[in-house]
C-alpha cells in the first residue's frame, strides 16, 4: 500500500510511495508526531537523478526488515533537495559541522523533534562495507544514543546552532569604498588553480564552473588579458572534446570522475546545461571557434528534443534532469561495444570514428564498453587516412546520426519531469542569449514559452509572489531567492532577444517582489552601520527553520545574492528606478569583506561589483524592420558582457522614459554609460567601433 509520499509533486518522493517505509514528507504532520511521541527524526535528502540514492533505496529503503526497524524507532522524513533547497542547505552544512566531511547524497540525518540534528552521514551499505557501518546497525545505534545520551545531544545542538549564527556574514562595516582590487585576486585565483593541459579547475571530480569560465571570458575583454581567455576558451574545448559532453545527443553531464573529462557521472542536470549553453555562444563571439557553435546547437537541440515539456499541463516549461542510470545500471544508455558499433558503421565510417572517438583504444568505461570522446583531431585522423578533412568530418557526422538513431532505441534514463522556477531561469537565459548570438528564433521562442509558462502558472500575480515548483499542472511550495533572481535576470535577457513591453513588466513586478520578500533592510540606524543589505533565501514570510541564511558564494549555481545585484543593476538602466541599484549597492556593501577576504568563491557577485565599478552600458536601437534586426544580429555577434542591447520594434509604446528615444525612418542608436545617454549614432559600422 503507497504511504503518504503517493501525493507529492516530485519524481523522486514518488518513486519511494511504494517503500514499506513509513515515509512523511516534510511537513507539520511529521513534526507534530515528533514531538509528541518524543522520537528521533530520520531525515533523508537525495533527487531523482542521483546514482547513491537510488542505490541505498534499493538496499535498505524497499526491505521490510530494514523498513520495520525504521518504522520503529524514528519518524521518518523524505525530502527532493531539489525542492527544497533550504532543508538541503541547512542540514548539508550541518553534516559538515558533524562529520568534518563534505555532503553529498542521499543525505543522512538524525534530528531531535526540535529539528537539530544529532548525527549526519550520507549514503549507508545495508551490511557494513567501504569502511562504513550497516545501516540497520546504525539505526540501532543512533536510536539507543537519543535515549541515552540526551545532555549530550543538548549540548551538542546549543553549539551547533551558536556554529550557524557565527558563520553567516556579519556585514560590511564601514571602509573606504569598493575596489576592482577583489577582481584582479579572483582571476590570480583561477589561473593558480586552473589544469592547462586538460583545462577546468583542480583534479578529479572535475566541475564545468561556467560562472568562473564566464568570469574568465569577461577579463579577457575588459583587461585584455589573454591568459583568461585561454583558461576559458581551453577548458571549453577539451570539455566539448570528452565524455562530459554528450557526443552524439548534445548537453553536458554533472561532473567528470576523472580529471581528463573522459568518464561522467552520467547524470545530466538542466542547471548546468543553461549556463554552459551561453558560455559556449560567448566563447564562439570571442574566439570564432566553429566547435563552440556547435556545441551551442547540439545542447540547444538537445533542451528542446528531450527537457521542454509539450504536455498541456507543463507545455514550454524545462524539465528538470535525466538520470544517470537505466535498467539500474550507471551509463548503461551512453556507452558502447565494438561489435555494437561495427554492426551498425559502414566501413569508412568506422575507419574514422574508432580513432576519432577512442574506439580504437582499450574500454574506458568499466573495462568492458566505450564512452565516446574525442582522442585525437580530425585532422590528425585525416591525414593518416589520407582522406580529406572535409569528407572525414561528413563520415564522422553519418556515423554520429546512426548512433543517435540506435541509442535511440535503448532503454531510456529516467527524467525527473516538475518544472523548477530556478533551474528554468538559468535555462532560459541561456537559450535566450544563445539564441540571440546564432539568430536562432526558435531558440528563442523555446525560452519565451517557458517564461509563459512561469507567469502562467507558478507566478501568483494577485499576491506578486512566485512558487518553486510544478508537476502535473500542481504547483506548490514557497519559491526562494534563487527563484527571483535567477528569473529576473533570464526577463532581461530574453529583453535583448526580443523586447516586449510585458516582459520588462513582468520583470519589474519581481523586482518589486525580491526587495519585499528577501532584502534584509533596516532603513533606521542600523542599516548606515552596515549590518543590513543583502538578500535572505528564504522570504520573509517562509517557514521558520533552524537557521535563515543569505548566502553569497557560488555553488553548483550561482549565487542568488550575486545574480540579484546583478540584474537590479541592469534593471536599473532599463526602468529608469534608481532603488534597484540602491538595494544592488547594499547587498554588495554587506558582502563586501567576504569578496575581499574569498574573491574567487564570490564570482557573480563580483560581476556586479563590476559592473557597479564601470556602469552597464546600454545600447538602445529604434527604426524598421528589417534593418533594425540586422542591427542588432551585428551587434549580438559581438563579444560585448558588459552591454545590453535593446532593440525597439516600431510601434513599441508605454516605454520607461530612459527608453522612449524617438523613432524615425532609419535606424538609430544611443548608447547610454549608466544612466548618460550620447547623441544618437546612424551608422553601424561607427557605432561597432565606438563599443
Known amino acids: 500500500m503507497p504511504n503518504r509520499l503517493a501525493g507529492e509533486t516530485s519524481p523522486y518522493l514518488q518513486q519511494h510511495k511504494d517503500n514499506p517505509v513509513d515515509w512523511y514528507p516534510w511537513g507539520e504532520e511529521a513534526l507534530a508526531r515528533a514531538k509528541k511521541e518524543d522520537l528521533p527524526i530520520l531525515l533523508s535528502i537525495g533527487y531523482s537523478a542521483c546514482h547513491w540514492c537510488h542505490v541505498m533505496a534499493h538496499e535498505s529503503f524497499e526491505d521490510p526488515d530494514v523498513a520495520a526497524v525504521m518504522n520503529q524507532l524514528f519518524v521518518n522524513i523524505k525530502v527532493d533537495r531539489e525542492e527544497r533547497p533550504d532543508l538541503d542547505q541547512i ?20 534530528l531531535t523533534p526540535g529539528q537539530v540534528p544529532f548525527f549526519a552521514g550520507t549514503y549507508f551499505p545495508k551490511q557494513s562495507r567501504y569502511g562504513l557501518i550497516g545501516f540497520p546497525e546504525l539505526l540501532s545505534n543512533i536510536a539507543s544514543i537519543y535515549r541515552e545520551r540526551q545532555a549530550e545531544i543538548a549540548q551538542q545542538n546549543d553549539a551547533l546552532l551558536d556554529a550557524f549564527r557565527r558563520m553567516e556574514p556579519s556585514g ?33 571530480p572535475k566541475f564545468p564552473h561556467p560562472a568562473e569560465l564566464q568570469f574568465c571570458l569577461r ?23 570528452g565524455g562530459i559532453y554528450d557526443q552524439l545527443g548534445g548537453g553536458f ?14 547524470e545530466k542536470m538542466l542547471y548546468d546545461n543553461g549556463p554552459l549553453l551561453a558560455l559556449a555562444a560567448d566563447a564562439w563571439c570571442a574566439t570564432g571557434k566553429p566547435l563552440f557553435a556547435r556545441v551551442a546547437a547540439e545542447t540547444a537541440g538537445w533542451v528542446m528534443r528531450e527537457m521542454q515539456s509539450q504536455e498541456s499541463e507543463n507545455a514550454g516549461g524545462y524539465y528538470s534532469s535525466l538520470d544517470a542510470d537505466s535498467e ?3 551509463g548503461k544508455f551512453y556507452v558502447w561495444s565494438r561489435e555494437e558499433v561495427g554492426s551498425l558503421l559502414s566501413a569508412d565510417e568506422l575507419a574514422v570514428a574508432s580513432p576519432y572517438w577512442g574506439l580504437d583504444g582499450p574500454a574506458n568505461f568499466e573495462g568492458q564498453h566505450w564512452h565516446l570522446h574525442v582522442t585525437q583531431p580530425l585532422a590528425a585522423v585525416a591525414s593518416r587516412l589520407g582522406k580529406a578533412e572535409a569528407q572525414c568530418e561528413a563520415l564522422v557526422d553519418s556515423a554520429r546520426a546512426k548512433l543517435f538513431a540506435a541509442r535511440e532505441r535503448r532503454v531510456r534514463p529516467g527524467r525527473d519531469e516538475k518544472v523548477l522556477t530556478s533551474w528554468n531561469a538559468l535555462m532560459i537565459a541561456g537559450m535566450a542569449h544563445a539564441g540571440r548570438v546564432f539568430g536562432r528564433a526558435d531558440w528563442v521562442d523555446s525560452a519565451a514559452r517557458a517564461l509563459g509558462f512561469i507567469r502562467s502558472t507558478l507566478w501568483k500575480r494577485d499576491e506578486a509572489r512566485l512558487l518553486a515548483t510544478c508537476k502535473d499542472g500542481r504547483a506548490h511550495l514557497n519559491a526562494y531567492l ?50 543590513h543589505g543583502g538578500f535572505f533565501f528564504t522570504s520573509h514570510d517562509h517557514e521558520s527553520l533552524i537557521h535563515r541564511s543569505k548566502p553569497g558564494h557560488d555553488n553548483a549555481t550561482p549565487s542568488g545574492n550575486g545574480m540579484a545585484a546583478f540584474a537590479l543593476q541592469r534593471l536599473a538602466y532599463l526602468a529608469g528606478e534608481p532603488r534597484y541599484a540602491e538595494a544592488a549597492g547594499r547587498a554588495l556593501e554587506f558582502f563586501y569583506p567576504a569578496i575581499v577576504n574569498h574573491p574567487g568563491a564570490h564570482t557573480s557577485l563580483l560581476v556586479a561589483l563590476e ?17 533594425l534586426e540586422r542591427w542588432r544580429r551585428t551587434l549580438a555577434e559581438r563579444y560585448l558582457p558588459a552591454t545590453m542591447v535593446i532593440a525597439l520594434p516600431p510601434g513599441s509604446g508605454n516605454l520607461p522614459q530612459v527608453l522612449a528615444k524617438p523613432e524615425s525612418a532609419a535606424v538609430a542608436a544611443w548608447v547610454c554609460e549608466g544612466t548618460t545617454c550620447l547623441a544618437p549614432v546612424s551608422d553601424l559600422e561607427a557605432l561597432c567601433a565606438s563599443l
Not at 571602509?175 to 578529479?204: E, M, N, R, T, Y
Not at 553531464?253 to 552520467?266: A, K, L, N, Q, T
Not at 525580491?514 to 540606524?525: I, K, N, P
Not at 559592473?611 to 538602445?620: D, Q
Request: net charge negative; hydrophobic share 40%.
Open 91 to 110: 542540514y548539508q552544512l550541518a553534516h559538515q559541522m558533524l562529520s568534518q566531511r563534505p555532503g553529498g547524497w542521499p543525505l543522512t540525518v538524525f
Open 172 to 204: 560590511g562595516g564601514h571602509h573606504a569604498g569598493f575596489s576592482a582590487a577583489p577582481i584582479g585576486d579572483a582571476l590570480v585565483a583561477h589561473k593558480g588553480s586552473f589544469d592547462p593541459h586538460h583545462g577546468g579547475f583542480g583534479g578529479a
Open 219 to 241: 577579463r579577457h575583454k575588459a583587461a585584455r588579458d589573454d591568459e583568461a581567455l585561454h583558461i576559458a576558451a581551453h577548458t571549453l574545448e577539451r570539455m566539448a572534446q
Open 253 to 266: 553531464c554533472r561532473y567528470s570522475v576523472d580529471g581528463e573529462w573522459m568518464i561522467p557521472h552520467f
Open 328 to 330: 539500474h545500471e550507471e
Open 482 to 531: 534563487d527563484d527571483y533572481a535567477f528569473l529576473l535576470a533570464a526577463a532581461i535577457e530574453l529583453l535583448q532577444a526580443e523586447y516586449r513591453a510585458d516582459t520588462l513588466e513582468f520583470a519589474v513586478a519581481l523586482a518589486d517582489a525580491l526587495l519585499a520578500r528577501f532584502e534584509d533592510r533596516d532603513d533606521g540606524e542600523a542599516a548606515s552601520s552596515g549590518s
Open 611 to 627: 559592473e557597479h565599478l564601470s556602469p552597464t552600458r546600454t545600447v538602445i536601437l529604434r527604426g524598421p524592420r528589417p534593418e
